[in-house]
Every structure is written in C-alpha cells, then in structure tokens.
C-alpha cells in the first residue's frame, strides 16, 4: 500500500525524540525559574527551544517527512508565513504604544512615561540612582548642592581631582567612586572625617546607577 | 511509477515530478490531503490569534503581569512559579508521543496495541483539559476576567481566555475523537478493513493540537 513505508519512524526514533521534547520542556522551564539575565537571551533561548520543537513534532510526531514534497512544500511555505503576521502585530503595537503614550502626555500633561521594565520600576539608570541614593541615606550626608554637610558634595564631584589625606590626588572616576561606596576608609579626602559605613549590600547594577546619578550632577558627566 | 534514480535526486527534482506528473499532485488519500489542508487553515487561526497577542502586548502602557506569579502552585507553603502549567506542558507533549505509538502500531496492523496507545492519548488529553480547568477557575477565582484583572495589564485575560480556551477546545474535540477511535480499533473496525488511516488522521489531528502548545507554552507563559 504504501511504497513509502520505510520513512514511517520507528519505535525507538520515537522514543528518543520523546526523550529529547521532555529535556526540551524541561531546560525551557529551568531557564524560566532561573530568570536568566538578560532578557533578550532568555527570550532567545525560549524561541530557539519552540522552534526545535515545533520542528521535532512535525517532522517525526506528524511525520511529515514520510509525505511526498508536494504536499511538504504546499504545508510548510505557508505555515513559516505566519511568523511574518507575527512580526507586522509587533511593529502594529509598537505603533499603537507610542499613540497612546503621546496621547497620554497631550491630556494629561504627565511626561512620556518610561518604559517600565519587569519588576516595574524605571530603567532609567539615572532616575534609579537618584531613587537607590535616597532610599540608602546617602543624600543626608552629601549634597546635591554643592553645600559641604559630612562628606564631600555630589555635584561637581565626578572627574574632578581630590585631594587625599596624605597628599597624593585621585580623580574622582567610576572605579575610586565604586571603591568609595563599598569600602570608605581606603582613599579619605583631605580634611573629611573617615565616618562612612561601607555599603556592601549594593549589588553591582545598583552602584552602576548610584554612580550614573553621581555623573549626571557633573558636567563632565556624560548625561 | 517511480525509477529508483529519481528517488535517489534531490528534493526539488521530486517537487517537480510531484507537480508536472500530469496527475493528482497531493499522491496521499484524498482525506489525509484534506486533514493536511484543514491543519493548514486552523494554524492561521492560532497564528492570528498569537500575532494580535503580540500586538495587544508590546500595546499594552500597564506593566504586564508577571506570569511565574499568577500561575504559581502552592506546594506544602511555598509557591513554585508556573509548576502547573509545566505539568500540563509534559502531559501534552508526551501524549504527542503515545499518539505517534499509536499510529506506528496502526500502520502495522496491531490492533490491541493501536488501540491502547490511542486510549492512553484520550487520557493524557483529558487530564490535560482537566488541569487546564482547575488553571481557569483558579484564575477566576482571583478575579481575571477577559477585559480585567489584579496583576496588571487588562490586555491579559482577553489574550489568555482567547489562546488557551481554543487550544483547550481542540483538546476536547481531540480527546472526543480519539475515544471514538479508540473504541472503534479495539472493536476491530479498522482490522476488518485492513485499513488504520484513521488513526493516522487523528493522530494528525494531535499533533497539531500538541504544535500549538509548543508555541503557547513559552510565548504566553514563559515570555
């Protein structure tokens, strides 16, 4: 009946690509728990995963390579279309997002709001810096202002020489602000107390954003 | 028919053949073509219904819910994220398994272990179908409805309600035919024909059901 019969799977090729969608299902879900950073590459690995998938369940769970090509190619062109319709509902609600956002400002006057990211806070480093620098206590002890209170002042202060008990001068970069935040007694600038607790909690994307903060006050400070 | 060249060539030169025999292009049983075409036309349902998701999604201004949370299981007092849907995921998939037994055996001529498998697919299905109504009423319970919910974006419940209540209800119909299938095979209906397409039909039938899932899974859920 069926010349073709040899191309049906066997029982073994079966199972092993049961075996295989289970381990599939399985490392999606893990990569899920885990919430690999960033993002985009979970959401790579997601689609990638689907794909294999989707391809593993065609090809041998509907066996569609025991069909002739021409009913191969009259099924698989069009299906693969349909990641184009996905692509155009993007960009559509991408458009339709931007709408609503400028419509958002029209009426209400409130600033375009930034997109929120999936703990619902801002991705704006700056902004967040501004936040974690309050929460922290940080601003009690150092202006914004220019105004000495414990420690040295914010503004300014990113790219400017110090001075240090001692007498060697540091420049005020990324790597002595971080040093300065998470161990405070190591470089202490002339004629300050040495009174700062070390902020070891921080974790590294929260001292990026502290110090983006600290730039932004600067005008030598990228914005 | 066939020379044994033209089977050794390449794909493209069978395409050709396939389209330029002068003969019936589609050389499968008329009703397998017609599954094949119906699948085709039903994955433009989904395909739609994924691509307005997309849209409604990227649309959305309200942050989106966060799914690990909404669909976490309590488990003796802690709450594993998305543990149900997991589950529903492995049961799905490795019915996809049992299915592609079932049409091997069929395809032998074994008529107990044909009908077997294609039993055990039923039951896979409707636990399945089960599960996802506990999910539901769950959700329901918590107050999501398809134009609102607690956790965020009301764009969610209209997309969830409209996704996986399809696929649900294809389940069912599935879950529906391979009982009948069942029943019929162990009966010996398709013995006495020496005939087990329908089988294969229904297993078509589910492995498409099984496709969709495999693109609901980490697009709706894990994404």
């Known amino acids: 009946m069926n010349k073709q019969e040899h191309k049906h799977i066997s029982i073994g090729t079966c199972l092993k690509v049961w075996g295989f969608i289970v381990a599939l299902v399985a490392l999606s879900y893990v990569v899920f728990l885990l919430q690999i950073e960033p993002l985009w590459l979970r959401r790579v690995i997601f689609i990638a995963i689907a794909l294999l998938q989707a391809v593993l369940s065609v090809t041998y769970f509907m066996q569609l390579r025991a069909e002739r090509p021409g009913l191969v190619y009259a099924i698989v062109p069009p299906v693969s279309l349909l990641l184009a319709l996905v692509i155009f509902g993007l960009s559509e609600g991408d458009y339709v997002w931007g709408v609503r956002q400028t419509h958002q400002w029209l009426t209400t006057g409130k600033p375009v709001i930034e997109e929120p990211d999936k703990n619902g806070g801002t991705t704006n480093p700056i902004e967040k810096g501004m936040q974690l620098a309050q929460s922290n206590g940080c601003l009690s002890c150092h202006s914004v202002t220019g105004e000495k209170i414990v420690g040295p002042s914010w503004k300014g202060l990113y790219g400017s020489p110090q001075e240090l008990e001692g007498g060697t001068t540091v420049t005020a970069d990324e790597a002595y602000l971080k040093e300065s935040i998470v161990n405070p007694g190591a470089k202490i600038v002339k004629s300050f107390p040495n009174v700062m607790p070390p902020y070891k909690t921080l974790n590294e994307e929260q001292l990026d954003a502290i110090i983006a903060y600290i730039k932004s006050l600067s005008s030598g400070g990228s914005k | ?223």
Not at chain 2, 123 to 132: E, K, M, R, T
Not at chain 2, 157 to 178: E, K, S, Y
């Open chain 2, 1 to 223: 028919m066939e020379q044994p060249q033209q089977e050794r060539s390449g794909s493209l030169r069978r395409l050709v053949a396939d389209w330029a025999s002068d003969r019936e292009t589609f050389r499968v049983r008329w009703s397998k073509a017609m599954m094949w075409i119906f699948l085709l036309g039903d994955s433009f349902v989904f395909g739609s219904f994924l691509s307005a998701y997309a849209a409604t999604r990227i649309a959305a201004t309200a942050p989106w819910p966060n799914t690990g949370e909404v669909f976490a299981l309590h488990v003796g007092g802690a709450e594993i994220p998305l543990l149900l849907v997991a589950i529903m995921t492995l049961i799905l998939l490795s019915s996809g398994a049992t299915m592609t037994l079932a049409v091997i055996y069929g395809l032998r001529h074994d008529q107990k272990r044909a009908a077997m498998w294609t039993g055990l697919t039923a039951l896979l299905g409707a636990i399945f179908v089960s599960l996802q109504a506990v999910e539901w009423t769950n959700l329901i319970r918590e107050g999501a409805r398809p134009w609102t919910n607690p956790w965020g974006a009301p764009q969610f419940g209209a997309n969830f309600f409209m996704l996986t209540g399809f696929h649900g209800m294809h389940v069912t119909i599935g879950v529906l035919l391979l009982s009948i299938i069942a029943l019929r095979t162990s009966r010996g209906v398709y013995e006495q024909k020496r005939d087990y397409l329908s089988v294969e039909l229904v297993g078509l039938y589910w492995g498409f059901v099984d496709l969709v899932w495999v693109f609901l899974f980490p697009f709706f859920y894990l994404f």
